[in-house]
Each structure stands twice: as structure tokens, then as C-alpha cells.
T-cell receptor, first 114, second 115 residues
């Protein structure tokens, strides 16, 4: 069964600190892995998308890694800001499965406090 | 280039009424997806459409729910005879390519409250 598990479920950090969010998946056949940021009451916004051959990808203070062998990904946030408070969603895409091709994790809720 | 537009942003209905949610995809995008999100839950796939065709509706309840994406105009998610359990945020996304390769762009969602 295709699944995406994220940890931790929630996280509280102080402004300026770094943090790492985890995503483990069992999706086959794998196509790509995406990280989204969802602010409260808003739609998800794409941060990164990585294919099988990509190990790391950065978008400003966000750096995503992918280990296709162990089927794990992480999202590292550097020098956190209050505006980073949001839910971070890992989404894994399976090849050729139409609408159910995208498998969503439940997200990690990050709270950045001053 | 405007993003994915959803309306209404908030909708209140009484049990038994109908709810219609609209989604205008980004310009040039012919693939549209609808997702439902309950509080503290992840996004759940409902239906995937590509201009005038339903490609995959495996996530949509068999009764009361329907979706369309006409040649002209927005995609519409229709919920008939709403019940309290239909209260949720409904997100629409669009992409220029299919779901396994194309990047998805989400709207801000429509929040349905059933009294």
C-alpha cells in the first residue's frame, strides 16, 4: 500500500534556530517527491520537487534531501523566522496512477516562537 | 498570470441544501484536481479532471458528489443534500501536465460549513 509518513507531528522552535522535518514513504513505482508549505487557512504552496536522481534541492532557507534507496526525505529549515510557522506536507508521486498518483502525508505543524 | 482561483472562499449551508464550489485553473492548465481537508487531517484526493473528461474519481463518494470541467468556464464540485460531515475545506489544484510529472498549483480553498 502506498503511504507517506511524516515526523514529528508537530514541532516548536525558537526564532533563529534550525530544524529538520522527516518524511518516509512506501510508494511504488516512485516518480518524484514534493514538499509543500501550508499556512493556516491557505492553500499549499510548493517548496521543492525532486526526482529519483536528485539528492538535494534548495529553495532559499529550505533544503530538501532525498534518499531513494531508504525511501526517506528531509526538509531542513535554516535560521527559522516567525513566518515559517505553518504545516509542511510531504507528497510522493507514483508513476501512472492517474489522480491517486499523489500520496499526501499528514504534515508536520511547525511553530516558530520569538 | 493569476493563480488558481476558487470561490466562494466560505460557504454556509443547511443540511439538505446544495453546495457548488468553483475553480478556475491557471491559464494554460488543462488538468484540475479536487481535494478535501478535514481539520488536523491531510489532504484527501477526490477527483481528477482534464477538460470535459473525468479521469479519476476514485476518491469521491458515490452519492451526492459530482464534478465537472466544461470546455468553457470553471470546474465545479457539486455536493447535493449536504450533511454535517461534508463540512471541510475543499482545495482545487491545477497543473499543465499530468499528476505524476506536473507541478500542482493550489487555490486558497473553499470552506464549507453545514449547519
Amino acid at each position: 500500500k502506498n503511504q507517506v509518513e511524516q515526523s514529528p507531528q508537530s514541532l516548536i522552535i525558537l526564532e533563529g534556530k534550525n530544524c529538520t522535518l522527516q518524511c518516509n514513504y512506501t510508494v511504488s513505482p516512485f516518480s518524484n517527491l514534493r514538499w509543500y508549505k501550508q499556512d493556516t487557512g491557505r492553500g499549499p504552496v510548493s517548496l521543492t520537487i525532486m526526482t529519483f536522481s536528485e539528492n538535494t534541492k534548495s529553495n532559499g532557507r529550505y533544503t530538501a534531501t532525498l534518499d531513494a534507496d531508504t525511501k526517506q526525505s528531509s526538509l531542513h529549515i535554516t535560521a527559522s523566522q516567525l513566518s515559517d510557522s505553518a504545516s509542511y506536507i510531504c507528497v510522493v508521486s507514483a508513476q501512472g496512477q492517474a489522480g491517486t498518483a499523489l500520496i499526501f502525508g499528514k504534515g508536520t505543524t511547525l511553530s516558530v516562537s520569538s | 498570470n493569476a493563480g488558481v482561483m476558487q470561490n466562494p472562499r466560505h460557504l454556509v449551508r443547511r443540511r439538505g441544501q446544495e453546495a457548488r464550489l468553483r475553480c478556475s485553473p491557471m491559464k494554460g492548465h488543462s488538468h484540475v484536481y479536487w481535494y478535501r481537508q478535514l481539520p488536523e487531517e491531510g489532504l484527501k484526493f477526490m477527483v481528477y479532471l482534464q477538460k470535459e473528461n473525468i479521469i479519476d474519481e476514485s476518491g469521491m463518494p458515490k452519492e451526492r458528489f459530482s464534478a465537472e470541467f466544461p470546455k468553457e468556464g470553471p470546474s465545479i464540485l457539486r455536493i447535493q443534500q449536504v450533511v454535517r460531515g461534508d463540512s471541510a475545506a475543499y482545495f482545487c489544484a491545477s497543473s499543465p501536465l499530468g499528476p505524476d510529472t506536473g507541478e500542482l498549483f493550489f487555490g486558497e480553498g473553499s470552506r464549507l460549513t453545514v449547519l
